[in-house]
Structure formats: C-alpha cells, structure tokens
C-alpha cells in the first residue's frame, strides 16, 4: 500500500494533483481544502499522506487503483472515518471535503446537522448518519491545529491532546471548557512530551 508520496507538484487540478517521483508520475486525487493547502506548492517538492483503494465494483470487471492525499496524517484520519458512514464513501467524501478538518469536525462534535448539509453532496439524513458514527470520536480532529508555514512539525501529538481532554473533563471541566484551555496553551507552539507536561502548561493559562 502507498501511504505518503514524496515529489515534485507538477500540475494541479480541481480534483487532482501530478506529482513525479521519478521514474513514476503519480496521479493522487484530492479533496479541495488540500488543494488550497497545496496550491503555492507548483513546481516545488511535495509530500502528501495517501489512502490507496481500488475504484469500481468487485464483480465488474473495470477496476481501477486509486490514490487520495492529504497534507497530514491526521487529516488522512479524518478522512477514512468520514468515508466509513454508509452512504459516504471516498468518491463522495472527496467531493464534500471543502472545508478544512478541524471545521468539519466541530460540526458533527457539535451534532450540527444543518452545518453539515451545507457540504456538497451531504443531504440531511446523511448528515445525521455522520453525526451518529463518528461524533465521539471527533474531540482530537476538533482540536486540529496547523502547523506555522514552512514548519512541518506540530507543537502536540493530537492523540496526547485528546489524553488532556478526557483528563481536564474527568476534573469537572465541561468540554468546551478544556478544548479552549488545551487550544490556548497549544498556541504558545512549545513541545509537549507527555500528559504531565502539557496539563503543566494548560493550568499555566488558568493562573495567569
């Protein structure tokens, strides 16, 4: 399975992004907030994390290997969990995906159905679909931070971040409460290496 390319951008489409990685030019479909993610990236080396999947039915006979990227593992995450609601799927989840990670995924933490319909191709029983699957599992995506420009490194693993949480709650503290306490102390861009360190910095913002 391919799981990341590496190469130069040579031409980007609406759908689709060109990258050779020579001897081979890969063509790795992507959904449009990747795109703009990618666009300054033209003529420049790249990396994108991919899903590999096999398009057409299994009892045809046109089956075609497909590549989808992203900038990010955890928004490859993101997007495999996205197309696993019946009813979704990676042709549809592709088309939806307009709006960055984090977005979407407050959407359905925050059981916004109507938010959700808004995406292409989400029509409000499938939006209520994605709600059912998938919002308790959504605090680490809704806790998404990028990265500064140029800097490919985040300032906390989000799997770490989504320890915080569930601790901060366990401790009395309502959800949207700790998200805003683990956001704040994310932003001063310092490394976290553990739960201890990172709670360390989170009651460093209460006290000040």
Do not use: W
Request: include cysteine; aromatic fraction near 6%; proline fraction near 5%.
């Amino acid at each position: 399975m391919i799981s990341k390319i590496v190469g130069l951008l040579k031409i980007l489409k609406t759908d689709a992004a060109f990258i050779e990685a020579e001897p081979f030019e890969y063509e790795v479909l992507i959904p449009d907030f990747t795109r703009r993610q990618i666009q300054a990236d033209v003529g420049s080396l790249t990396t994108l994390h991919t899903i590999h999947y096999i398009e057409g039915n299994p009892q045809g006979s046109r089956l075609i290997p497909r590549l989808v990227g992203f900038k990010t593992e955890i928004e490859r995450e993101f997007f495999e969990y996205f197309c696993s609601v019946d009813g979704v799927g990676v042709k549809k989840a592709l088309r939806a995906m307009i709006r960055p990670v984090q977005e979407v995924a407050t959407l359905i933490e925050r059981q916004d159905a109507k938010g959700l319909s808004t995406l292409p191709g989400i029509g409000p029983a499938t939006a209520e679909r994605i709600i059912a699957k998938l919002r308790r599992k959504m605090p680490k995506f809704a806790l998404f931070i990028k990265s500064l420009p140029g800097d490919d490194s985040s300032p906390v693993d989000l799997n770490l971040a989504d320890e915080v949480l569930q601790l901060l709650c366990s401790l009395g503290h309502n959800e949207a409460d700790a998200k805003e306490l683990i956001d704040s102390a994310m932003a001063s861009r310092k490394k976290f290496k553990d739960v201890e360190s990172l709670m360390q910095a989170v009651y460093e913002k209460t006290s000040q």
